[in-house]
């Protein structure tokens, strides 16, 4: 990480690559979970609410609890590495301390919440349709924001580190620590 907390990374070609490929990789997760969310649920409170709680005029039954078990249990590690990938990428990036921790916290929060919104919907309540759907929205921006800005970081990010104007503390280890 030092290479890009100092800039570093320009001079690795190899480390550019990775990081731009799997940027790229995670950009058509974004492109595909929009797609898969739009086409299963729709984009209305109601089509939402009819997907998890079922429709008698579409011949769809409820989603069971087991069935919902399921997607959770795949999406929560892997959200946590996708979220833990980008937000921490995101620490090395030029923007303010305060911008990072909002970042941060707001993508893991709306990850969590698009998880546990779904739950709501089929067991408290129909209503909280609009909950999955603004965590969705909020998921996805902050995806696409992270994933924009950390490409325009790797492509053009040429200076070092340190004449970015970045407020904030920096944790420094190894041969960064001052005598």
């Known amino acids: 990480?030092?290479?890009?907390?100092?800039?570093?990374y320009q001079a690795q070609p190899l480390m550019r690559l990775t990081l731009g490929l799997a940027i790229g990789l995670l950009s058509l997760f974004w492109v595909t979970n929009l797609v898969l969310f739009v086409s299963r649920l729709g984009f209305t409170p109601?089509?939402?609410a009819a997907y998890?709680?079922?429709s008698e005029a579409d011949f769809r039954a409820p989603r069971t609890a087991g069935a919902m078990l399921e997607v959770t249990h795949a999406h929560l590690p892997m959200m946590a590495l996708v979220m833990l990938l980008l937000t921490h990428l995101l620490i090395f990036a030029p923007y303010?301390?305060?911008?990072?921790?909002?970042v941060i916290v707001g993508a893991f929060l709306s990850a969590a919440?698009?998880?546990?919104?779904?739950w709501?919907?089929?067991?408290?309540?129909?209503?909280?349709?609009?909950v999955k759907l603004a965590a969705f929205v909020s998921l996805q921006g902050i995806l696409a924001f992270l994933l924009v800005g950390l490409a325009l970081f790797l492509r053009w990010g040429s200076r070092p580190q340190s004449e970015f104007q970045i407020q904030g503390p920096r944790v420094k280890?190894?041969?960064?620590l001052e005598p």
Request: proline share 2%; hydrophobic share 40%.
């Open 113 to 118: 919440l698009d998880e546990g919104a779904g």
């Open 52 to 54: 998890y709680v079922g």
């Open 173 to 176: 280890s190894g041969s960064d």
């Open 46 to 48: 109601a089509s939402v």
């Open 120 to 130: 709501l919907v089929r067991f408290v309540h129909p209503g909280f349709a609009i």
């Open 96 to 102: 303010s301390r305060r911008t990072r921790i909002l």
């Open 1 to 8: 990480m030092k290479y890009l907390e100092r800039g570093g």
